[in-house]
């Protein structure tokens, strides 16, 4: 009945601003989520840049077709450098989701920390195992590759 945590790594050959600039921006989630979970942002007041505070809705379907309602709120922002969404509505009993970006030779480094964990005691413990760690993992190498097609390699 522990607190799940993920932690992805990638080289991107980009400046901070173009990496900032994309994966601060919710409306480019649907490109680098994949197709089969159909994630469209809902919400419309986003405002200009991220801020903390600002709540970002979702609708998507992870399981079986089942479309779900998923709100998260931006806590942390420090610009260019790192900022957190944590989960206010959703599947999870707790998310908790911090991207960081640093500067390294060649473009950015992002990292990815994602701390979760699913409602129900054991029985949550089990179904990660059998499905929920695999699928954030898949979701994760499928950003990947998107990544790589938009930026490079």
């Known amino acids: 009945m522990g607190v799940h945590v993920l932690k992805y790594v990638q080289q991107i050959p980009a400046s901070i601003q173009e990496a900032w600039s994309f994966f601060s921006n919710p409306a480019n989630l649907q490109q680098i989520t994949p197709p089969y979970m159909q994630m469209r942002v809902i919400s419309t007041h986003h405002g200009a840049a991220m801020y903390p505070g600002q709540i970002i809705e979702y609708r998507v379907k992870p399981l ?15 610009e260019g450098v790192l900022f957190v969404d944590e989960q206010r509505y959703g599947p999870y009993s707790f998310w908790h989701h911090q991207h960081h970006f640093k500067p390294v ?39 990947r590759q998107q990544v790589i097609k938009l930026f490079g390699a």
């Open 105 to 143: 030779a060649g473009g950015v480094e992002m990292t990815d920390i994602v701390h979760y964990k699913l409602p129900y005691g054991f029985l949550g413990d089990w179904v990660n195992r059998l499905w929920v760690h695999r699928q954030l993992h898949d979701i994760f190498e499928y950003r």
């Open 64 to 78: 079986l077709n089942i479309s779900w309602y998923w709100m998260t709120e931006i806590t942390h922002v420090q």
